[in-house]
C-alpha cells in the first residue's frame, strides 16, 4: 500500500501559476502510474494529467493542454503538476492517485490509492 499527501494549492489570480506536489510513502518501490485528478464543487471528478511510472508517457485533458505539465521525480517518490496561465474554470479539489496495474489509463476507476486533496482557487 502507498500513502499520498498532496500540497501546494492555494488562492491565485487568472493568469497566475501554482506547483501541486503529492508525496509518497510506504511501498513505494512498486512501479506505481500516477495522475492528477480534480473536482469542482458539483461536478463529477475528472482526469486532469496522468504519467507512466518511467515518466516517459504521459497523457492530458484537453483543457489543460499547453498549460498545465506532469512529472515525477522517483528518487525523491513525489508526483508534481506545473500549472500555469491558470483559469477561473480550474477551480476545484486537485487529487492525486496511483495504481500498479502496468498500463497507463486516464480511467479513475483503475486508481486504487487516492491523497486526500488540496484546494487550489483562481479568481477573476
Known amino acids: 500500500q502507498v500513502q499520498l499527501v498532496e500540497s501546494g494549492g492555494g488562492l491565485v489570480q487568472a493568469g497566475g501559476s501554482l506547483r501541486l506536489s503529492c508525496a509518497a510513502s510506504?511501498?513505494?518501490?512498486?512501479?506505481?502510474?500516477m495522475g492528477w485528478f480534480r473536482q469542482a464543487p458539483g461536478k463529477e471528478r475528472e482526469v486532469v494529467a496522468v504519467?507512466?511510472?518511467?515518466?516517459?508517457?504521459?497523457e492530458y485533458a484537453e483543457s489543460v493542454k499547453g498549460r498545465f505539465t506532469i512529472s515525477r521525480d522517483n528518487a525523491k517518490n513525489t508526483l508534481y503538476l506545473q500549472m500555469n496561465n491558470l483559469k477561473p474554470e480550474d477551480t476545484a479539489v486537485y487529487y492525486c492517485?496511483?495504481?500498479?496495474?502496468?498500463?497507463?489509463?486516464?480511467?479513475?476507476?483503475?486508481?486504487?490509492?487516492w491523497g486526500q486533496g488540496t484546494q487550489v482557487t483562481v479568481s477573476s
Open positions: 504519467i507512466s511510472w518511467s515518466g516517459g508517457s504521459t
Open positions: 492517485a496511483a495504481h500498479s496495474l502496468g498500463v497507463l489509463t486516464t480511467r479513475i476507476e483503475r486508481y486504487r490509492y
Open positions: 510506504g511501498r513505494t518501490y512498486v512501479r506505481y502510474d
